[in-house]
């Protein structure tokens, strides 16, 4: 552990950022496990409201800097590629 004031308080800077990020993803992967369920059950419906929930957490992600936002915006893309394939 940091002896000198200044890294012990940049180590809870850290943790704290550490737990932010950390549930952010799990948000992440929560909204794209929703979406491949709606996908499985075949409802156009369900899957369009889970594609735009996950779509808006990808988009805080990269505002956040929890992940990049070429990142946020490439997985978008692969997400709207499967809804596409369940509508055509």
Same mark, same amino acid.
């Given at each position: 552990? !940091?002896? +000198?004031?200044?890294a +012990?308080?940049?180590?809870?800077? =850290?943790e704290?950022a550490?737990?932010?990020?950390? %549930?952010?993803?799990?948000? @992440?992967?929560?909204?794209v496990?929703?979406f $491949? !369920?709606a996908?499985a059950t075949g409802?156009a419906?369900a !899957?369009? $409201?889970a594609? =735009?929930? %996950?779509?808006k957490?990808?988009?805080q992600a /990269?505002a956040?800097n929890?992940i990049?936002?070429? /990142? !946020?915006n490439r997985?978008?893309a692969? @997400? /709207?590629?499967?809804?596409n394939?369940l509508?055509a």
């Amino acid at each position: 552990m !940091a002896n +000198i004031k200044s890294a +012990i308080k940049r180590a809870g800077t =850290n943790e704290k950022a550490r737990l932010r990020n950390k %549930a952010v993803r799990t948000h @992440l992967k929560t909204s794209v496990k929703k979406f $491949d !369920a709606a996908l499985a059950t075949g409802d156009a419906k369900a !899957a369009q $409201d889970a594609f =735009n929930y %996950a779509c808006k957490r990808y988009d805080q992600a /990269a505002a956040k800097n929890v992940i990049h936002k070429n /990142a !946020a915006n490439r997985k978008k893309a692969k @997400l /709207a590629q499967k809804l596409n394939a369940l509508n055509a």
